[in-house]
């Protein structure tokens, strides 16, 4: 059951993009990109690695 | 004929002499459907990752986002929200999908429905809203291959595009029919690396030579504040609930449309779906940066009353004729894949679904009807593209998207859940299809709609309002017939 808890990371995707007061500013801007817009994609980042822990921690015989 | 066109031309015709070759890739009896139309369910991680990014990502995506961007701003950039959390949703959902459909030999999602809630009312109605779906896509996906040949003018444009259109598109319903999935599925390997070298090529030329980044976004600014409808490079408070709403139900109805089904179900097992999940973002960050050449067709100046073609002048003025080559053939085989795949998915739900009925033993001739009905649909959607205005292709394809998601209920709860009634499913699905489009057409066809509620203003996604009627009229119906379980328990 312990596995299980893995899987509560997936709110945090939802949580970061979907409440656009957090992030819908312009600085502190980087390469010139307004923080609205890396903000986002470093969103998209982080979510890949967060499923990548939960492949590695959750994996179950079959999953190859 | 230019270098651009010539290296056009090769390129389409090689991966048309891929596509017919295909049909010698793993040995399978092409004569059955599963091997047909899922490739045999044997494609491996890598496999799988090419053909779900070939599929997902489309070419007429590439031309609309960074449309969406040019014309009214930050709201456009919703696609990066929706293609991020669109993996979690896919994490959870499909890995329980594939499981079950890999154990009863679903072809689709209607399959599942059928099967779960016994109801051939229910099972239509999934199949029928998907190739409603999936339709305008298709049409949309030639119209992308149309904003190429625009460009690329002479030959290309005689008889209004239509040899252009119909000649890659003819052998595109003649190499699916012979292969199958396995078509695009090696063509998808042609198709991203070419989207790949042209995105990073085009974010790294294109912002450098307008002045950098910070000089695009105060040029861009500048340019969307001056529009008769102004915009701008953040989100106005107002279009908060609009931005969060349209990337949310999106990406819950993104894996349900009959390509993705498809895509996913090719795949040999559970890990491969899982493992994409955490992969296929990649493809959701080159989407971004494409998103952010909305903005470069705003600082360079480019004026133009059909915002599909912001990419395509973009590729033109920057780059060397041979490269826009390379440009205009990952857009058009960026076309191609998906609309072949989509084509087959709709084959799928009219031969398992609507023609026949799902049942664990399979029909037999179901290869051979669904084989004949990507014929039929991609002659639909050549005709969709080339006889009815664009406009209302857009149309569809966005009812189409809030209709989508009105399958949701019955397909994702029927994955965790025997409470819901196959009535109340029904009902509420009917509910939420009447509501959308009604909703869609008083907006003169916005993807959001505004209501007035408590002395509230909130503007919010369509296709979402839809479904909070769809889950309330399911869950008030189930409870007023008194829960009768679905037939198969899992």
């Excluded at chain 2, 390129?11 to 009896?29: I, K, P």
């Excluded at chain 2, 999935?181 to 042609?190: D, G, H, Q, S, W």
């Excluded at chain 2, 009535?423 to 209501?451: D, H, K, Q, Y």
Aim: a positive charge; one cysteine or more; hydrophobic letters at 55%.
């Amino acid at each position: 059951m312990g596995k299980r808890a893995w899987y509560l990371l997936l709110i945090l995707p939802f949580v970061g993009t979907l409440i656009p007061q957090i992030y819908n500013r312009a600085e502190p801007a980087l390469f010139g990109l307004p923080f609205f817009y890396w903000y986002q994609l470093a969103w998209v980042l982080v979510t890949s690695v967060l499923l990548g822990l939960i492949v590695v921690t959750t994996r179950e015989p079959g999953d190859e | 004929m230019n270098s651009g066109a010539i290296v056009l031309v090769t390129l389409v015709l090689g991966v048309t002499a891929m596509g017919f070759l295909a049909s010698r890739w793993g040995a399978g009896n092409l004569s059955n459907l599963d091997e047909w139309a899922l490739g045999g369910r044997r494609f491996g991680t890598v496999v799988s990752w090419f053909l779900l990014g070939g599929d997902l990502y489309t070419a007429y995506t590439f031309i609309a986002v960074p449309a969406l961007v040019y014309g009214v701003g930050a709201l456009g950039f919703f696609a990066v929200p929706y293609a991020t959390i669109a993996y979690p949703v896919a994490f959870v959902i499909l890995t329980r999908f594939w499981s079950v459909a890999n154990t009863r030999g679903y072809v689709t999602a209607a399959d599942f429905v059928r099967d779960r809630f016994g109801s051939r009312s229910l099972e239509v109605a999934v199949a029928i809203t998907g190739v409603l779906a999936a339709m305008p896509y298709i049409a949309l996906q030639l119209d992308g291959m149309r904003a190429v040949f625009v460009q690329l003018g002479g030959i290309f444009t005689t008889g209004g595009g239509l040899l252009a259109l119909a000649i890659p598109f003819v052998l595109l319903a003649a190499y699916t029919y012979t292969s199958g999935l396995r078509a695009p599925a090696m063509i998808a390997f042609v198709k991203d690396a070419l989207i790949y070298i042209t995105v990073i090529a085009a974010i790294v030329v294109i912002p450098a030579k307008l002045g950098g980044w910070g000089h695009v976004f105060a040029l861009s600014a500048n340019a969307l504040a001056a529009k008769p409808k102004p915009g701008g490079i953040l989100l106005a408070p107002s279009q908060y609930f609009a931005y969060a709403t349209m990337a949310f139900g999106s990406s819950l109805s993104l894996f349900i449309y009959p390509h993705s089904i498809t895509s996913i179900l090719a795949a040999k097992s559970r890990g491969v779906i899982r493992r994409n999940a955490a992969l296929l973002p990649v493809y959701s960050l080159l989407l971004g940066f494409l998103a952010l050449l909305g903005y470069c067709g705003l600082a360079a100046g480019i004026k133009t009353a059909n915002s599909s073609s912001v990419v395509p002048l973009l590729i033109a003025r920057f780059f060397p004729d041979w490269f826009a080559g390379v440009a205009w053939a990952a857009i058009v085989i960026g076309a191609l894949v998906p609309a072949a795949i989509m084509a087959i998915g709709s084959a799928n739900l009219f031969a398992s679904n609507v023609f026949n009925q799902f049942s664990t033993q399979r029909a037999s001739g179901e290869a051979r009807t669904a084989k004949l009905l990507t014929l039929v649909f991609c002659a639909a959607a050549l005709i969709l593209v080339l006889f009815v205005p664009v406009k209302y292709a857009i149309y569809f394809q966005l009812l189409g998207g809030a209709w989508m998601l009105q399958v949701f209920p019955a397909f994702v709860f029927g994955l965790y859940t025997a409470w819901f009634d196959r009535r109340a499913l029904l009902a509420g699905w009917a509910c939420a299809m009447v509501a959308s489009t009604l909703m869609a057409v008083s907006t003169g066809f916005n993807p959001n709609i505004t209501i007035h509620l408590a002395g509230a203003t909130i503007t919010g996604f369509i296709a979402l309002y839809a479904l909070a009627i769809n889950l309330i009229v399911t869950t008030l119906a189930t409870l007023a017939v008194g829960g009768t379980r679905a037939v198969h328990q899992s």
